[in-house]
């Protein structure tokens, strides 16, 4: 038997797998059982109603997607009265992605949905779909300090704060998020990116910018995930273009200690069952009887020795 469980601030997963937001609703309870995934992860939502950008708000390319969803919201109350207690029927903990547009609506709802049935909030700080040309919380470190310290003292649950690749600050941001009260982060969001029907020459988003995810963007979610394990003590989540086991293991080394599985289910729904079969199957076969000897021991290509990461703080 291989153990798949991984802590994430204190928080017990059974395995490492979870969905990214935006990308799982309960519709697929119809699909696979639902508690075979590590954690459930929504849709941000808003206090208050959003209509979202307008259409076409997705489009291919080069195999990945860009989406420019606009988060559309049916505000905190629909969502506290007909999606926690969905999920109240299954024992696989809940986080709630939630997003504002100040630091002061962020931290109400954040202490609206700290609800029991809630066991972590991931706070959306880096959407690029909201403000002009891609503006979010987490694209600086001192905004991302700001906001967090607001969303602290508004719940006693985990925080997980998902930061931006929209950023030339990665390891900054992480360590103003951590500093800011953060439990852990999730690294990271779509890259802010464009496509134009060459036709008709106009952008393929009605929103003409959006956020570029699926296996284009690993790479970079990869190094970005490395950096930021590096530079906090807090777990890192990662996600952006996850959609194989191999893929999973490479996180998993760079140092995360989770992983988020989004644009792959929407080519596959039942992904990140497959994954999660599939990683059992690999550690088994490496003789490894539990995923956590695995995070973190990325070797480094001059030492030739395993690359030191910074202890979880006491
Ligand atoms: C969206 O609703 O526009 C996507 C959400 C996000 O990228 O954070």
Same mark, same amino acid.
Request: glycine share 14%; hydrophobic share 70%.
């Given at each position: 038997m291989v153990d798949l469980s991984v802590d994430i601030a204190g928080l017990k997963l059974k395995n490492p797998i979870m969905p990214a937001s935006g990308t799982f609703s309960e519709e697929l309870a119809e699909v696979f059982d639902l508690d075979r995934l590590g954690a459930h992860v929504t849709k941000t939502i808003t206090r208050g109603w959003r209509d979202g950008n307008p259409t076409p708000r997705v489009c291919e390319v080069n195999g990945s997607m860009l989406n420019s969803i606009g988060i559309p919201s049916k505000g905190v109350g629909a969502f506290l009265e007909k999606v926690v207690p969905f999920y109240r029927h299954y024992e696989t903990p809940l986080v709630v992605s939630i997003s504002g547009n100040t630091a002061d609506e962020f931290a109400t709802l954040c202490s609206e949905v700290s609800v029991d049935g809630v066991a972590a909030i991931e706070v959306n700080i880096s959407c690029p779909n909201i403000e002009e040309d891609g503006k979010a919380f987490a694209i600086r470190p001192s905004s991302t300090y700001d906001v967090m310290c607001k969303l602290r003292a508004a719940t006693k649950l985990p925080l997980w704060a998902k930061l931006t690749p929209n950023t030339g600050e990665t390891p900054e941001v992480a360590r103003a998020a951590e500093e800011g009260? @953060?439990? @852990?982060? +999730? +690294?990271a969001n779509t890259i802010l990116s464009m496509a134009i029907d060459i036709h008709s020459r106009r952008p393929k988003l009605g929103n003409l910018m959006g956020g570029l995810s699926g296996p284009s963007i690993k790479p970079i979610a990869l190094r970005m995930a490395y950096q930021c394990a590096r530079a906090t003590r807090i777990p890192v989540i990662g996600c952006g273009g996850i959609s194989t086991v191999e893929d999973v293991i490479e996180f998993l080394i760079a140092g995360a200690s989770a992983v988020q599985v989004g644009t792959a289910t929407f080519i596959h729904p039942t992904a990140m069952v497959s994954i999660i079969e599939g990683l059992e199957s690999w550690l088994a076969a490496e003789g490894l009887s539990s995923v956590r000897d695995l995070i973190g021991t990325v070797i480094d290509g001059e030492q030739n020795e395993a690359v030191v990461f910074m202890e979880a703080a006491p």
């Open positions: 009260g @953060a439990d @852990a982060l +999730v +690294v």
